[in-house]
């Protein structure tokens, strides 16, 4: 009996000892998930990205900022680990290009600047460790940009760590359970962010040239005609822009060709199709752009003027104003069209020319694409109003797009030309004048002579 008790209750512990290993082995072997979201999705304090916000790589951290980053960053370290290579800030504040980085923070350039703060980050989790010998050669690495890739290698002779060409100077400057940063010597740039920057640097110092024909000879001397002065290099086009565009609803002077000729030195359809791209990103002008390219074909027009040497600024209403129009004031023919040339002046300004215009002169007037109804502009509490009373509005959205050849402005309410006063004419009675005949001055003196004796009745004309 003690036997059996004794038997049944080790056998009884020992399959209980069995199903506590079993119970716990499946957490033993299953890998651990850091789990850096918290409640909502917030990042954990825990995480690369507020390691990277609260670090030394200040610069950076505002640059991510600024390109609306944060969301997209925060979905890839929810799905995997991420390594950063942070520039340090002196590589950011001084060693940099100030046109370059003029460019970066400009907002049409929003898409150059996310490509290239994706291009310094590999979704993969790299550590100083795991840095390929010299004798490996070069490793790739895709970046979140996903057309970006990294080439991570080692220097002959010292052994330093390089991406691309750039030297480590911080390995493993920061490690967190769901990344690491690196610290690196100075901004890696995309060959596709170089090529934007050197286009957009290089359309101010580059003119429409006239095209060149045959060379013709003087008949009188039987010499080549010499040929005309080159035209100097930004230049404005020979032709005034109204000469240039297409015929529309009011525009009577037919096509007339640019200074360009066929020959485009200006990508303009590019730059058009840039700068609707930055309303709709920007947010609040999508009813313009829809009138631009849906509605009229004015983008079109704007493309071939920008190829062939001109400049252009549009003054563009946001959504709340476009809404006021009516639909009388759009069904009409051609009434789109007449609304946006007054929009588009045929000058380049920005927000600060504008400005210090008006604060100069006081009332300035604008050519605008609406010949000849000129939009005025004027000071008022601190920013630039255009047009008069209920027809006014203000500049609240300034250098949408600024590229050299297109500006864009963003007002508050849509603009119409001042009417014309009509002139009410009277009409005109019919009053009958008697005209006496003129006398000769002989007969004058006849008549005179007669009258002092009383004798002028003897002539009919006195």
Same mark, same amino acid.
């Given at each position: 009996?003690?036997?059996?008790?004794?038997?049944?209750?080790?056998? /009884?512990?020992?399959?209980? /000892?069995?199903?506590?290993?079993?119970?716990?082995?499946?957490?033993?072997?299953?890998?651990?998930?850091?789990?850096i979201?918290?409640?909502?999705?917030?990042?954990?304090?825990?995480?690369?990205?507020v390691?990277?916000?609260?670090?030394?790589?200040?610069? *950076?951290?505002?640059?991510?900022?600024?390109?609306?980053?944060?969301?997209?960053?925060?979905?890839?370290?929810?799905?995997?680990?991420?390594?950063? %290579?942070?520039?340090?800030?002196?590589?950011?504040?001084?060693?940099?290009?100030?046109?370059?980085?003029?460019?970066?923070?400009?907002?049409?350039?929003?898409?150059?600047?996310?490509?290239?703060?994706?291009?310094?980050?590999?979704p993969?989790?790299?550590?100083?460790?795991?840095?390929?010998?010299?004798?490996?050669?070069?490793?790739?690495?895709?970046? *979140?940009?996903?057309?970006q890739?990294?080439?991570?290698?080692?220097?002959?002779?010292?052994?330093?760590?390089?991406?691309?060409?750039?030297? !480590?100077?911080?390995?493993?400057?920061?490690?967190?359970?769901?990344?690491?940063?690196?610290?690196?010597?100075?901004?890696?740039?995309?060959?596709?962010?170089?090529?934007?920057?050197?286009?957009?640097?290089?359309?101010?110092?580059?003119?429409?040239?006239?095209?060149?024909?045959?060379?013709?000879?003087?008949?009188?001397?039987?010499?080549?005609?010499? /040929?005309?002065?080159?035209?100097?290099?930004?230049?404005?086009?020979?032709?005034?822009?109204?000469?240039?565009?297409?015929?529309?609803?009011?525009?009577?002077?037919?096509?007339?060709?640019?200074?360009?000729?066929?020959?485009?030195?200006?990508?303009?359809?590019?730059?058009?199709?840039?700068?609707?791209?930055?309303?709709?990103h920007?947010?609040? @002008?999508?009813?313009?752009?829809?009138?631009?390219?849906?509605?009229?074909?004015?983008?079109?027009?704007?493309?071939?003027?920008?190829?062939?040497?001109?400049?252009?600024?549009?003054?563009?209403?946001?959504?709340?104003?476009?809404?006021?129009l009516?639909?009388?004031?759009l069904?009409?023919?051609?009434?789109p069209?007449?609304?946006?040339?007054?929009? !588009?002046?045929?000058? @380049?300004?920005?927000?600060?020319?504008?400005?210090?215009?008006?604060?100069?002169?006081?009332?300035?007037k @604008?050519?605008?694409?609406?010949?000849?109804?000129?939009?005025?502009?004027?000071?008022?509490?601190?920013?630039?109003?255009?047009?008069?009373?209920?027809?006014?509005?203000?500049? %609240?959205?300034?250098? !949408?797009?600024?590229?050299?050849?297109?500006?864009?402005?963003? !007002?508050?309410?849509?603009?119409?030309?001042?009417?014309?006063?009509?002139t009410?004419?009277?009409?005109?009675g019919?009053?009958?004048?008697?005209?006496?005949t003129?006398?000769?001055?002989?007969?004058?003196?006849?008549?005179?002579m007669?009258?002092?004796?009383?004798?002028?009745?003897?002539?009919?004309?006195?």
């Amino acid at each position: 009996m003690d036997r059996c008790i004794y038997g049944c209750s080790t056998l /009884s512990f020992f399959f209980f /000892s069995l199903l506590l290993i079993a119970s716990a082995s499946p957490q033993t072997l299953e890998p651990v998930h850091h789990n850096i979201t918290g409640s909502g999705g917030q990042i954990n304090s825990n995480s690369v990205l507020v390691a990277l916000l609260d670090s030394r790589y200040t610069e *950076l951290a505002e640059l991510v900022e600024k390109a609306l980053l944060l969301q997209t960053l925060e979905d890839a370290v929810g799905r995997h680990n991420i390594t950063i %290579f942070a520039p340090r800030n002196e590589a950011l504040e001084r060693d940099l290009d100030p046109d370059f980085k003029r460019f970066l923070l400009q907002p049409g350039n929003l898409k150059s600047l996310q490509t290239l703060l994706l291009s310094h980050i590999v979704p993969i989790r790299v550590g100083s460790t795991q840095w390929p010998e010299e004798s490996t050669g070069r490793v790739k690495h895709v970046t *979140l940009g996903r057309d970006q890739v990294l080439h991570l290698s080692k220097t002959k002779g010292n052994g330093k760590r390089l991406v691309n060409s750039a030297v !480590i100077t911080r390995p493993d400057d920061l490690t967190r359970p769901d990344g690491l940063i690196h610290g690196i010597e100075r901004l890696l740039i995309p060959r596709s962010v170089q090529e934007d920057f050197n286009r957009r640097r290089n359309l101010r110092s580059i003119s429409a040239v006239l095209p060149e024909g045959a060379p013709e000879i003087d008949p009188r001397t039987n010499r080549l005609k010499k /040929s005309a002065a080159a035209v100097p290099a930004g230049s404005p086009p020979v032709l005034p822009i109204q000469s240039a565009m297409a015929p529309g609803p009011s525009l009577a002077p037919a096509p007339a060709p640019g200074p360009g000729g066929p020959r485009h030195h200006f990508n303009g359809e590019a730059q058009v199709k840039d700068f609707i791209h930055t309303l709709l990103h920007y947010g609040g @002008y999508n009813e313009m752009a829809d009138i631009l390219v849906n509605l009229t074909s004015l983008a079109t027009e704007m493309g071939r003027l920008v190829s062939e040497g001109y400049v252009l600024t549009v003054l563009a209403p946001n959504d709340e104003a476009m809404a006021k129009l009516t639909t009388d004031q759009l069904s009409e023919p051609g009434a789109p069209e007449q609304i946006m040339y007054y929009h !588009i002046i045929p000058e @380049y300004q920005t927000e600060e020319s504008m400005y210090n215009s008006v604060r100069r002169f006081g009332k300035v007037k @604008y050519e605008t694409l609406r010949f000849p109804h000129k939009v005025a502009a004027k000071e008022a509490d601190g920013s630039v109003k255009f047009g008069s009373g209920d027809r006014s509005a203000y500049l %609240f959205d300034p250098d !949408i797009y600024t590229d050299g050849r297109i500006s864009v402005q963003g !007002i508050d309410g849509v603009l119409f030309p001042e009417e014309e006063e009509e002139t009410v004419k009277k009409p005109s009675g019919s009053v009958k004048k008697v005209v006496q005949t003129r006398r000769g001055k002989l007969l004058e003196v006849a008549c005179r002579m007669l009258g002092a004796i009383g004798k002028d009745s003897y002539i009919s004309k006195c």
